[in-house]
């Protein structure tokens, strides 16, 4: 392409004009390359486009924007993901096992609901399930703004910088009534190609290589730094709306039309069906499609096409009334178990393990599996030697189903469930009402090494660096026996590690030194007390303010908090009486080591505010109303009253309208409402 110069022009124009046609042109390529697999021209010829580009936004920096082509490569590294609250919550799906359950959990369900069951057929979108993430994106003008994860369907994690990095996704769309705004929901996988290379690379560096695509795609689409994201080809499949001003459809089929022909990337492979027999022979279809697609699949997903119809099913709190997910039988393979050994866990559960001959499983290649349990073991008859059967399903550890028992020789051996544990040698009891054997050593080396790797991990204190290598290194060299010792170390005594370097050593200070001030929902479940996981920990810091108030609480103060029950309290209760823990907690509080304590009522924004909905609401759902204003610190109740100081009203609100009124009280719309919250 051939600009034809004025004489004499301004050359700060002509760059700026240059500038918007190499990102229309390169950006056309990309979708042809990347989208469409059709490239109309050479790597070598676009690499020229992009160098082109790039050298006159060397020029002029002023003609930098975010939709540039040029962004997609990763800008600099961020500390931190921001938080994006998404403005319809992003649903997951009920699921159906075989095509049966696509009949029986869908179609008679929804034909029922609608009072149509021996009437007329319901016809159906199908679309594979990616084995992916799910996305949101956000166009504004046609143009990418915000990407977010899903999160836990309310809220997710800012990675617009990490989404630019796929070039399958236009960074801009095209076409015919491109709408004002655009949320649109998909899946962002990772091809077995791309997988298969990832893991290479990461061996080659000697890091674990990633369990299955997806733990891949997740991995690299939450990286800190783009550039390293930019490194695995991610792509992407949109596959429903959010919000949308600007633009309507009919239905899902129409829906992924027109996001096509706004250059999104839509599953060729979807398809709409006439009735349930298509989408249970589609189901079929897939699952023989699936071993020789270039990506994984897990099933298949079967929605009502018609939006008109999706509405009047609605959804319930976690999922919709009008889809399912069809999913496939996990893949299964025989092999030979070459031993049964023991894993000694956090909290000293000993676990057998099975040591299997390496057997690959739809790309990936399994040598261990869990057996559960002593009694699953005997109940299932598991013996050294045995050929087994063994199953991968999602990102679950794989596991040994059954045994081919038609291939025993006789020399197959049972082992009994062990007295002393395999690492400490302590005795091993087993707790009443529980199958698991557990070692009762305190110093217990595998436990600790969890310990520590479970308190710095990310959902923790979040202690960047120190993983799996670290921990053994400090364990082997004797330098830590408590989390406490983390925080004594020096420099030099990182320094005593293999290939550790001065900036490495650095970087690991300088990441215990900011996990000092970890909030304290983060610290509690950092220490890793018996059945606290994140929820509960936050549900303790909300309720008790501080550490000492939680660990000073009677088992009746703990079970008075709601989601607590008799045995979490009972457990949190004998972690803080118990003189080691105490110690341990001390110390770390010498240390420097003190979680912000939180206000109870949570000071947010909202704090001491009342809120009152009513009629229905069409933007989103009351779990998800609550949930925003609690987050913020207000409170909804269920009338109105003096107390009351919004009402929230969608469609066809009634008596609690008027009271708000009589008491004078402010009545606020759905989008108000959002403005109040500040919820973009
Ligand atoms: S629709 C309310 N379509 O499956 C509708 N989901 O179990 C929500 N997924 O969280 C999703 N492929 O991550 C939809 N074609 C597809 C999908 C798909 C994969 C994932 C998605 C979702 C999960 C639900």
């Known amino acids: 392409m051939q600009l034809s110069l004025l004489e004499n022009s301004d050359p700060r124009m002509d760059a700026e004009k240059r500038v918007s046609e190499l990102h229309t042109v390169l950006e056309y390529h990309n979708r042809r390359y990347y989208q469409l697999d059709a490239p109309e ?22 003609l930098v924007t975010a939709t540039s082509p040029t962004q997609r490569v990763g800008g600099a590294p961020v500390g931190r993901f921001r938080t994006v609250i998404h403005r319809m919550p992003m649903l997951s799906l009920e699921n159906a096992t075989n095509g049966e359950e696509i009949r029986t959990k869908l179609d008679a369900r929804i034909k029922k609901e609608l009072g149509l069951e021996d009437v007329a057929a ?65 899946e962002v996988y990772l091809s077995l190609e791309s997988f298969q290379k990832t893991n290479r690379e990461r061996e080659e560096n000697g890091e674990a290589p990633f369990a299955n695509p997806r733990n891949a795609a997740a991995g690299s689409l939450r990286q800190l730094d783009p550039r390293i994201t930019a490194s695995r080809p991610l792509s992407m499949f949109c596959y429903a709306p959010g919000l949308v001003e600007g633009a309507t459809f009919s239905s899902q089929h129409e829906f992924l039309t027109a996001a096509a022909g706004w250059g999104l990337p839509v599953n060729p492979l979807a398809r709409r069906v006439e009735d349930v027999n298509g989408a249970v022979a589609y189901y079929h279809e897939m699952q023989e499609a699936r071993e020789s697609l270039p990506y994984e699949i897990d099933g298949t997903v079967v929605k009502v096409d018609s939006f008109l119809l999706q509405r009047e099913l609605g959804e319930k709190s976690r999922s919709p009334l009008w889809a399912i997910a069809g999913k496939f039988p996990p893949r299964q393979a025989e092999t030979q178990l070459e031993d049964i050994l023991l894993s000694v866990g956090r909290t000293g559960v000993i676990t057998p393990v099975a040591q299997l001959r390496p057997v690959e499983i739809s790309g990936v290649t399994v040598s261990r599996a869990t057996l559960h349990n002593w009694d699953e073991l005997a109940a299932k008859d598991i013996r050294i030697g045995d050929t087994v059967v063994v199953e991968r399903a999602g990102d679950v550890i794989p596991a040994v189903v059954r045994v081919v028992t038609t291939r025993r020789t006789g020399a197959e051996r049972t082992i009994p469930p062990p007295q002393f544990c395999p690492d400490c040698g302590s005795a091993v009891v087993r707790i009443a009402d529980e199958v698991a054997l557990r070692c009762m050593g305190i110093s217990c080396p595998p436990q600790i090494r969890e310990s520590l790797k479970h308190f710095a991990s990310r959902g923790a204190m979040d202690i960047e660096g120190l993983g799996d290598k670290v921990v053994e290194q400090l364990l082997s060299l004797g330098l830590v026996r408590t989390v406490a010792d983390l925080y004594r170390l020096t420099k030099d005594d990182f320094m005593r590690f293999e290939r550790m370097g001065d900036k490495l050593a650095s970087n690991l200070l300088n990441a215990l030194e900011a996990s000092k001030t970890r909030d304290l929902a983060r610290f509690v479940f950092a220490l890793g007390i018996r059945h606290v996981g994140q929820r509960t920990a936050k549900t303790l810091a909300q309720a008790f303010g501080s550490l000492d108030n939680i660990g000073n609480a009677t088992v009746d103060e703990l079970t008075s908090v709601r989601d607590i029950g008799a045995t979490v309290a009972q457990s949190i209760f004998t972690f803080f009486a118990t003189p080691d823990n105490r110690t341990v907690i001390e110390q770390l509080n010498e240390l420097g080591v003190c979680p912000a304590a939180v206000a109870k009522t949570v000071g947010g924004p909202l704090s001491g505010r009342n809120f009152v909905f009513t009629g229905t609401l069409t933007r989103f759902s009351r779990d998800y109303a609550r949930k925003l204003v609690e987050d913020q610190g207000g409170n909804v109740i269920g009338s109105v009253s003096k107390k009351t100081d919004y009402v929230v009203a969608g469609d066809e609100a009634g008596s609690k309208l008027i009271k708000a009124r009589e008491f004078g009280i402010a009545v606020i719309g759905e989008q108000e409402f959002l403005d109040l919250l500040e919820v973009h």
């Open 41 to 62: 021209i050479s790597d070598a010829e676009y690499d020229e486009l992009f160098r082109e580009l790039a050298a006159l936004e060397e020029k002029y920096p002023e």
């Open 122 to 186: 319901v016809a159906y979108m199908c679309e594979p399930k990616m084995d992916g993430l799910a996305v949101e994106l956000i166009y504004e003008q046609g143009e990418l703004l915000v990407a977010s994860t899903r999160g836990d369907g309310i809220t997710g994690e800012d990675v617009t910088q990490n989404i630019r990095t796929i070039r399958g996704l236009p960074l801009r769309l095209t076409g015919e009534g491109v709408p004002s705004l655009l949320e649109v929901r998909g």
